[in-house]
T-cell receptor, first 112, second 115 residues
């Protein structure tokens, strides 16, 4: 059974903290994605990666960075968390970026 | 630029009735994929159905069917015989086979099934 696992379901962080959101997939997928979901805005792409050590900016990369040192792991980093980064974060992976993407359970991040 | 539009923020349907969730898309790519995902209140994204742009027939998966009208650039989801468990947020999405591969999502439609 395919699996994408995000390290935390809920997270509360303080403004200015450096935050790491981890995502691991066990399907040997090349492509991994980080989305942010906000009410009325749907899912917006933050960053994606199509290979180890490769990354590309999505639509809203400001305030975020990513790391992909190993194929199965894609980390999202908030360099200095701000309250406007309070959101639901969803990680996804896909074998080819064309057919279905598989999602993790999501991390609901609150920045106070 | 690629775009997915879902114009129905919320929908109600009576249990056992059919419901159509609208999705239109915009792309200049010749080859693309269209998807529908379901997100229950628990938050996970559940893949429902996929339609390739060159597929001649509309995709079906159990009670879900995708009404694909290429000329109109629409990819509506039809749920037949609605169940209470169908109450959720539904997202339409698109992938592209040209350039870098990524998925674009719509803003979603919240469906409530009434008993």
């Amino acid at each position: 059974d395919v699996k994408v696992t995000q390290s935390s379901r809920y997270l509360v962080k303080r403004t200015g903290e450096k935050v790491f959101l981890e995502c691991v997939q066990d399907m040997d997928h090349e492509n991994m994605f980080w989305y942010r979901q906000d009410p009325g805005l749907g899912l917006r792409l933050i960053y994606f990666s199509y290979d180890v050590k490769m990354k590309e900016k999505g639509d809203i990369p400001e305030g975020y960075s990513v790391s992909r040192e190993k194929k199965e792991r894609f980390s999202l980093i908030l360099e200095s968390a701000s309250t406007n980064q309070t959101s639901m974060y969803l990680c996804a992976s896909s074998i080819d970026g064309i057919t279905e993407a598989f999602f993790g359970q999501g991390t609901r991040l609150t920045v106070v | 630029a690629q775009k997915i539009t879902q114009t129905q923020p919320g929908m109600f349907v009576q249990e056992k009735e059919a419901v159509t969730l609208d999705c239109t898309y915009d792309t200049s790519d010749p080859s693309y994929g269209l998807f529908w995902y379901k997100q229950p209140s628990s938050g996970e994204m559940i893949f429902l159905i996929y339609q390739g742009s060159y597929d001649q027939q509309n995709a079906t998966e159990g009670r879900y069917s995708l009404n694909f009208q290429k000329a109109r650039k629409s990819a509506n989801l039809v749920i037949s015989a609605s169940q209470l468990g169908d109450s959720a947020m539904y997202f339409c999405a698109m992938s592209s086979t040209s350039g870098t591969y990524k998925y674009i999502f719509g803003t979603g439609t919240r469906l409530k099934v009434l008993a």
